[in-house]
């Protein structure tokens, strides 16, 4: 079946380093990808977007990457900020309401 | 305005209550969704709307019952729940029910809710 999956549960980042939180899904029709950022205590919050017809977005101090012919997708977060320590969900939709959550990784940015 | 106003922020119930979670939004959405999400779990869909009507209901117990006053506006009525539906409820909104850019889902802070 469709899922959207992380490869690591937890990452820890030294405060200035650049983070990658990487997510594989398994459905090739999946058209839009969404990253998400989650806060303790807070619903989560849009970062960046990308459609399948595209390889790479940038937005502020963010880059998402997207490799179709492995089914990957990757945040990128340059020189990290304590405010950057959340839970990132990668969420993949299929053109339709439905957006599937993958299951997160706890990002923890180290002093 | 880009917000997503849930109310209330706490809500701790008994297994006999009946008790409504509320959501707001004024951004124009035509699609609106209702999340739940259990500790260190991602959010999973329980309902759409869209234009007002019932687009999706993913299989959800009948003890939660959506409703939709108007555009602006998304209920989620409790009754009869257990233990387990304790979670954290999200509301969401989107500018369109496509997905695609610009249809992107934008979260209330959600109602943490605790049935005892």
């Known amino acids: 079946g469709e899922s959207v999956g992380l490869h690591l549960p937890t990452l820890s980042v030294q405060e200035g380093d650049n983070s990658i939180i990487n997510c594989a899904y398994s459905?090739?029709?999946?058209?839009?990808f969404i990253w998400y950022k989650q806060e303790s205590g807070k619903g989560p919050q849009f970062i960046i977007d990308?459609?399948?017809?595209?390889d790479k977005r940038q937005g502020q101090r963010v880059t998402v990457l997207l490799n179709k012919t492995v089914k990957h997708l990757s945040l990128q977060i340059a020189a990290t900020q304590p405010g950057d320590s959340a839970v990132y969900f990668c969420a993949e939709n299929f053109g339709n309401e439905k957006l599937t959550f993958g299951t997160g990784t706890r990002l923890t940015i180290i002093p | 305005d880009t917000e997503v106003t849930q109310t209330p922020k706490h809500l701790v119930m008994g297994m006999t209550n009946k008790k409504s979670l509320k959501c707001e939004q004024h951004m124009g959405h035509r699609a609106m969704y209702w999340y739940k999400q259990k500790a260190k779990k991602p959010p999973e869909l329980m309902f759409v709307y869209s234009y007002e009507k019932l687009s999706i209901n993913e299989s959800v117990p009948s003890r939660f019952s959506p409703e939709c006053p108007n555009s602006s506006l998304l209920n989620l009525h409790l009754h009869a729940l257990q233990p387990e539906d304790s979670a954290l409820y999200l509301c969401?909104?989107?500018?369109?029910?496509?997905?695609?850019?610009?249809?992107?889902?934008?979260f209330g802070q959600g109602t943490r809710l605790t049935v005892v």
């Open positions: 990308i459609r399948s017809n595209m």
């Open positions: 969401a909104s989107s500018q369109d029910e496509y997905g695609g850019p610009g249809t992107e889902a934008f």
């Open positions: 459905n090739s029709a999946s058209d839009y």
